[in-house]
């Protein structure tokens, strides 16, 4: 059992940075691979980001490939989503999402699957 809540969202001009934090409850954190998704309106919810429950792995998402970076601390609960270089398109609702068991990479990148998810954090840039 998992209760995850974002928070570090907010409003960035273009090219601007922003941290998005992840912070779960639960026994078992580092038993769970953890993923980014957004969904700006009127869109489907898409892939960012995803780390496996070590953190040895992470994959992303071509639109954020190079300009941000998923990480965790299993000490403290927490994933983070650095973003970077931001542009108008990376606005929508930013959801974490967490997932058990042993993962493939191409499962960790679907939206559905994952066992839990937070509630959202805005995220607007402007131009």
């Known amino acids: 059992q998992v209760q995850l809540v974002e928070s570090g969202g907010g409003l960035v001009q273009a090219g601007g940075s922003l941290r998005l934090s992840c912070a779960a409850s639960?026994?078992?954190?580092?038993?769970?691979?953890m993923g980014w998704f957004r969904q700006a309106p009127g869109k489907e919810r898409e892939f960012v980001a995803a780390?496996?429950?070590?953190?040895?792995?992470?994959y992303y998402a071509d639109s954020v490939k190079g300009r941000s970076t998923i990480s965790r601390d299993n000490a403290r609960n927490t994933v983070y989503l650095q973003m970077n270089s931001l542009k108008p398109e990376d606005t929508a609702v930013y959801y974490c999402?967490?997932?058990?068991?042993?993962?493939?990479?191409?499962?960790?990148?679907?939206?559905?699957?994952?066992?839990?998810w937070g509630q959202g954090t805005q995220v607007t840039v402007s131009s």
């Open positions: 999402a967490a997932r058990s068991g042993i993962n493939y990479s191409s499962q960790l990148q679907a939206p559905f699957g994952y066992d839990y």
């Open positions: 639960g026994r078992t954190f580092s038993r769970y691979a």
């Open positions: 780390i496996t429950g070590s953190g040895i792995s992470t």
